[in-house]
């Protein structure tokens, strides 16, 4: 997969395109794109997907713990897809600003090689998502450009559609298992093992602190089975996101994971967290000696999960 930034970027004489922002790149997502892969194939075409950098909510309302994935998640879960072409557009403000018409011309018709163009069932985009299925119908039917509108994806073992919105509520409520199934995997966090303030190990129960984006989706404050990657290799392990209540820590939620049966030093490294399921909920202890209890109970649970499945 090449990432360009304009269609203008593009050789290839013939093409399938879609646009999205495919935060999450989910089940609903991956149907689509697999669709699209095998037209194009079909025709001999090349795969080209237009997403945006940032995404457009980081402009028009700024949030924390918003993304299912970092940018680089994205692009690596599009290329296993087998997407040919990425198209990593600048979103700003005069972006945002911008008519579809003026879009269509300045990103779209820069490049005479697309055949195909594939719309989500709530496709909308420019000022006011004015940009509708009907507007792109009307100002493509000169162009020698075939309108496909993608039907919307249900996931029968849910009964519910799908959507990076419906994975986030599933993510905020802790209920990453939900979250897995519309994923079709396990819902990750990556980032860099920083320095915490040391009282896992004083417990004789080190964790790994991990520094995050804050712009990523984080789960509802509570412990969850997890598995972790450390230079390359797959733990057992348990992580728990919240403020440490016990110790009064409520100035920014952390996310420390106790790797099973693990005690190197991993301090500045990359590790990824992969949430299988919640074991419970954060709570606040009265006594040190009654939060080591529940923490060696936590891992003895995990642990069991782990030998049954």
Known sequence: MKVVDSLKDIS?????????????????????????????????????????VPHPVQILSPRSNFLINSYAQRRSYLRDIGVDYLIEVDFNRDLSTMGPAEFM???????????????????????????????????????????????????????????????????????????????????????????????GKQMGVPTANMGYEKTRKIPARGVYTTQIIVDDQLWQSITNVGFNPTFNDENEIFVETHILDFDNDIYGQEIEVYFINKVRDEKKFSSVNELISQIHEDISSVRKYFERN
Do not use: P, W
């Open 12 to 52: 290839s004489q013939s093409f399938s395109l879609t646009i999205g922002n495919f935060d999450g790149v989910h089940l609903g997502h991956q149907e689509i794109l697999k669709t699209i892969k095998d037209h194009a194939s079909s025709k001999s075409q090349k795969l080209v997907v237009m997403t945006f």
């Open 105 to 199: 011309d300045e990103y779209i018709f820069c490049n005479s090689g697309i055949k195909d163009f594939f719309l989500g069932h709530d496709f909308a985009f420019g000022s006011n998502k004015s940009g509708d299925h009907n507007f792109i119908e009307e100002y493509c039917k000169n162009k020698n450009i075939e309108i496909h509108i993608l039907k919307k994806f249900i996931k029968n073992s849910l009964h519910k559609s799908i959507s990076s919105s419906s994975i986030r509520d599933a993510i905020g409520e802790g209920n990453v298992k939900q979250a897995n199934i519309m994923l079709g995997r396990e819902f990750m966090l990556s980032g860099t093992v920083v320095k915490g303030v040391g009282r």
